[in-house]
């Protein structure tokens, strides 16, 4: 049987991201835990009006050799998928190769509005959620925003060219980490010398 899908819609009408709430079982989410720990985590600079200031939360660049990724300004090479992580890539379908996992220590910990449309970048994105619930605003206008919890084990299909953020809580919530499955051109940013890590 196909795992049960919401959809979730704006005011007029245009999708904006289907939802599989029970992706991943317990006994899977318990698994891969310790590996996303392990992980070389990341707190990487970003200019914002010309000033310099660690991202909000953690970050961690995974996927296919050449995958390399580019968003506010930073350049990623990636680092190897762990084995763990490639049955879950295929149940998503054959063309993704990369991976940007966050990590949202607290309630503070936050991503703001944003759309994934980089050129190197196809418009399938995929989100699974594990640990702490959070809220994942998604929108096409600003005056249409919609809020979406996003359970420990749920699967979250962006629909293209949508804005989406992580808005900051003041609620006592556990550590969450976001896997970003994404469909990467390999060798795309191969011109530019690759290979800085933000
Ligand atoms: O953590 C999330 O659910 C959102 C992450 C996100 O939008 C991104 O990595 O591009
Ligand atoms: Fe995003």
Request: overall charge positive.
């Amino acid at each position: 049987m196909p795992d049960p899908e919401q959809c979730i819609t704006d005011r007029a009408g245009r999708l904006l991201a289907r939802i599989v709430p029970q992706w991943l079982s317990e006994a899977e989410q318990a698994e891969l835990w310790p590996v996303l720990q392990s992980l070389d985590w990341q707190q990487p600079q970003v200019q914002i009006f010309g000033k310099s200031h660690p991202i909000p939360r953690q970050q961690c660049y995974l996927g296919r050799p050449g995958c390399d990724y580019r968003y506010s300004g930073l350049l990623m090479a990636p680092q190897p998928l762990p084995a763990p992580l490639l049955p879950l890539m295929a149940r998503l379908g054959p063309g993704f190769n990369a991976v940007l996992v966050n990590r949202y220590r607290h309630g503070q910990d936050r991503m703001g509005w944003h759309r994934d449309n980089e050129p190197e970048l196809a418009p399938d994105l995929a989100i699974l959620s594990l640990g702490g619930c959070r809220r994942l605003r998604l929108r096409f206008d600003a005056k249409d925003a919609h809020g979406v919890d996003l359970p420990s084990g749920s699967l979250l299909w962006l629909a293209p060219g949508v804005y989406h953020c992580l808005a900051p809580t003041a609620r006592e919530v556990g550590e969450r980490i976001s896997l970003t499955f994404r469909q990467i051109t390999p060798g795309f940013h191969r011109q530019e010398g690759a290979g800085i890590r933000g």
